[in-house]
């Protein structure tokens, strides 16, 4: 078996890595600047508290990968598979980003941040997103069901659709704007005007 190379404390700029195989390899406080990932095969590495910026993770196998405390800005990361991330180093946060057809199905994300976010046509299906926040995020056709939303914060999110009926919600924030994503189902003709 390979021994483990690992990068401390190091910046990687403009680097492309896509249909690349990386193995062996922690990163540790490291920074990613405008990398590309695409169908790149990360599998078994280790990223921890690491940032990437304006990186390319678009269908990347990450099967087994480790990531704890990772920060992703201005990323694209189109129909990346997280329910095959090592679950022992499983933490993220995400700015500007582009997650659109990603899957998180039985993740647990608690207190996770999405910020100005496109989760477009994403599943949530039974993910423990407990205390996670959706600031001004674009949830359209995203799937939550079963899903574990206590205490999240949806109060600047648009375009959701969750079923109360279906999703543990105690103490989660809506907008009096929004809530029409928590009445879908009962096909209501919403008027904002009076």
Same mark, same amino acid.
């Given at each position: 078996?390979?021994?483990?190379?690992?990068? $401390?404390?190091?910046?990687?700029?403009? *680097?492309?890595?896509?249909?690349?195989?990386?193995?062996?390899?922690?990163?540790?406080?490291?920074?990613?600047?405008?990398?590309?990932?695409?169908?790149?095969?990360?599998?078994?590495?280790?990223?921890?508290?690491?940032?990437?910026?304006?990186?390319?993770?678009?269908?990347?196998?990450?099967?087994?990968?480790?990531?704890?405390?990772?920060?992703? *800005?201005?990323?694209?990361?189109?129909?990346?598979?997280? $329910?095959?991330?090592?679950?022992?180093?499983?933490?993220?946060?995400?700015?500007?980003?582009?997650?659109? =057809?990603? !899957?998180?199905?039985?993740?647990?994300?608690?207190?996770?941040?999405?910020?100005?976010?496109?989760?477009?046509?994403?599943?949530? $299906?039974?993910?423990?997103?407990?205390?996670?926040?959706?600031?001004?995020?674009?949830?359209?056709?995203?799937?939550?069901?079963?899903?574990?939303?206590?205490?999240?914060?949806?109060?600047?999110? *648009? !375009?959701?659709?969750?079923?109360?009926?279906?999703?543990?919600?105690?103490?989660?924030?809506?907008?009096?704007?929004?809530?029409?994503?928590?009445? =879908?189902?009962?096909?209501?003709?919403?008027? =904002?005007?009076?």
């Amino acid at each position: 078996m390979e021994e483990t190379v690992v990068h $401390t404390n190091k910046t990687f700029s403009g *680097i492309d890595y896509s249909e690349k195989k990386l193995r062996n390899r922690e990163f540790v406080q490291c920074e990613f600047v405008s990398c590309d990932f695409t169908k790149s095969d990360l599998k078994g590495n280790d990223f921890e508290d690491c940032t990437f910026r304006q990186c390319n993770f678009s269908m990347v196998d990450v099967d087994e990968t480790g990531f704890r405390n990772a920060k992703f *800005i201005g990323c694209k990361m189109l129909g990346v598979d997280f $329910t095959r991330c090592s679950k022992f180093a499983f933490s993220f946060s995400f700015t500007d980003c582009h997650l659109d =057809y990603s !899957n998180f199905f039985g993740t647990k994300l608690k207190k996770t941040i999405f910020k100005n976010c496109t989760l477009k046509d994403v599943e949530f $299906t039974e993910a423990d997103l407990t205390a996670s926040e959706f600031l001004a995020c674009d949830l359209t056709s995203a799937r939550f069901s079963n899903t574990n939303l206590e205490k999240a914060d949806f109060r600047t999110a *648009i !375009n959701f659709a969750i079923d109360p009926d279906d999703n543990k919600l105690k103490k989660a924030k809506f907008s009096a704007l929004n809530l029409d994503g928590l009445l =879908y189902k009962h096909n209501l003709d919403i008027d =904002y005007n009076n």
